[in-house]
């Protein structure tokens, strides 16, 4: 799940309280870091759009998802324009929303459908000449230029102790929900010479994986 809470699915992450626990991984906080890498990889970085799936999530983790994009692009001095893609039918024409608009670069939110779409929306991307950034590993992988999130195959596999302790009778109510432990950085040094970009040494040395 994105957030549990604000989906009104527990009472707290801590202590469920009803049939449910799990693992979330949206973070709204990473998107800050995010905007804060593409700043560093594209040069005079001043426009930036931002594709997000409208009802991804529950409202109040939507509104929560876009609010801290919209702070974090202001902290950081960028002009930001949001392009809604409702489905894969839709990002031509928010691509060229993005286009018309002049962006430099591209950060993709966090939505199942997205996740499904990364390929494609990847060599849009790039084909496009439009730096982006991914929410999860997947998205650096299939040539987009960044990703930093969770591990989402590390975070499923957590699950795995949760399935164990419930068959032998734990109770989900008293099971913390758990959030990911570890953030990982991929780079995809190909699709950044490809852009014409030089991403700088201390982020390869940073990164969990460059791509070549």
């Not at 496009?128 to 999860?136: E, K, Q, S």
């Not at 929900?177 to 991929?186: H, S, Y």
């Amino acid at each position: 799940m994105a957030d549990p809470v604000a989906d009104d699915l527990v009472a707290s992450l801590r202590r469920p309280g009803g049939n449910v626990t799990g693992t979330t991984f949206v973070g709204p906080e990473l998107v800050a870091k995010r905007l804060q890498l593409l700043r560093e990889v594209v040069p005079g970085l001043s426009r930036v759009a931002a594709l997000w799936h409208p009802n991804a999530y529950s409202e109040r983790t939507m509104a929560a998802l876009l609010n801290e994009i919209e702070v974090a692009a202001q902290t950081l001095g960028l002009q930001l324009q949001l392009v809604p893609a409702v489905g894969p039918d839709d990002f031509v024409s928010a691509f060229a929303a993005t286009a018309r608009a002049h962006a430099q670069a591209v950060i993709v939110t966090p939505s199942p459908m997205l996740f499904a779409e990364y390929k494609r929306i990847a060599s849009i991307a790039t084909n496009g000449r439009l730096p982006a950034m991914g929410a999860a590993r997947e998205f650096a992988d299939f040539g987009g230029l960044m990703s930093y999130g969770a591990n989402l195959p590390d975070l499923a596999r957590q699950t795995a102790p949760y399935v164990d302790k419930i068959l032998k009778g734990a109770k989900p109510a008293e099971l913390p929900v758990e959030q990911p432990t570890k953030f990982e950085l991929v780079i995809n040094l190909k699709t950044a010479k490809a852009l014409g970009l030089d991403v700088p040494f201390h982020l390869q040395q940073l990164a969990d994986e460059v791509i070549e």
